[in-house]
């Protein structure tokens, strides 16, 4: 009995975490969809120099630790932009996310048959036009299945940002341990947690991707 007591009130103590965990989350992949997206439809479909843009920023950032890119961010370019600790780790992430998503959504884009982007100049369209209203839909659902890994590569890389003060999950649990002397069920209780979460996003996920999948 006294162990369930300890665990609910561990549980309760780290449900502030969890909401900021998940809060940086989403901000991360807002921002690594939106860099992933612009930089892959210039390797794909921009020039020389936006294909050695993205091809850039892709194979660089990939080649750093996602803690040094928040280590830059926080210290360095904050100090030219206010960021608060929050900030700088949820767009450090998103980020570095974006290298990888750009990799995603590049691969899905080539998939497309290229048919359908001669078909949409045929009909009268631009190329950015045809992109953006042929190309990246279909891009994003091809892209789901890679997604769904993604989403929980970056939920975990979250924890990350308790090295600049953000008080996540992960933060939490070590308040919680050092307070209550017991680290097992500290941060057992925050796996459980990183457990519960990703497996939720993972089921929603697939069930989309069964919705929206794309058969060429």
């Known amino acids: 009995m006294e162990l369930i007591t300890k665990t609910a009130d561990m549980m309760t103590f780290l449900i502030p975490g969890l909401g900021i965990t998940v809060s940086v989350t989403a901000i991360a992949l807002a921002v690594g969809c939106v860099f992933g997206a612009v930089m892959a ?10 294909r050695a843009i ?4 892709s194979i660089v950032v990939r080649a750093v630790p996602v803690i040094v890119i928040i280590f830059i961010l926080f210290f360095v370019i904050s100090e030219f ?21 750009t ?14 982007m001669r078909a949409a100049r045929a009909i009268g369209m631009s190329r950015g036009q045809a992109i953006r209203s042929i190309i990246l839909p279909q891009a994003f659902r091809v892209a789901i299945p890679s997604l769904i890994n993604e ?11 308790f090295v600049i003060g953000v008080p996540e999950l992960l933060r939490r ?8 002397m017991e680290p097992l069920l500290a941060f057992g209780c925050a796996a459980v947690f990183y457990m519960v979460i990703t497996l939720t996003l993972s089921k929603f996920l697939e069930a989309v991707e069964k919705k929206y999948a794309v058969n060429f």
């Open 103 to 116: 990799e995603i959504f590049r691969g899905a884009m080539l998939s497309i048959p290229p048919g359908q």
């Open 54 to 57: 993205g091809t850039t920023y």
């Open 151 to 161: 989403i929980s590569l970056v939920l975990k890389d979250s924890s990350l940002v």
């Open 173 to 180: 649990a070590q308040y919680a341990s050092a307070s209550t």
């Open 41 to 50: 439809v210039m390797r794909v479909y921009g020039g020389p120099a936006a």
């Open 81 to 101: 932009i206010d960021l608060t600790p929050f900030m700088s780790g949820a767009f450090a992430l998103g980020f570095a996310s974006g290298a990888y998503q």
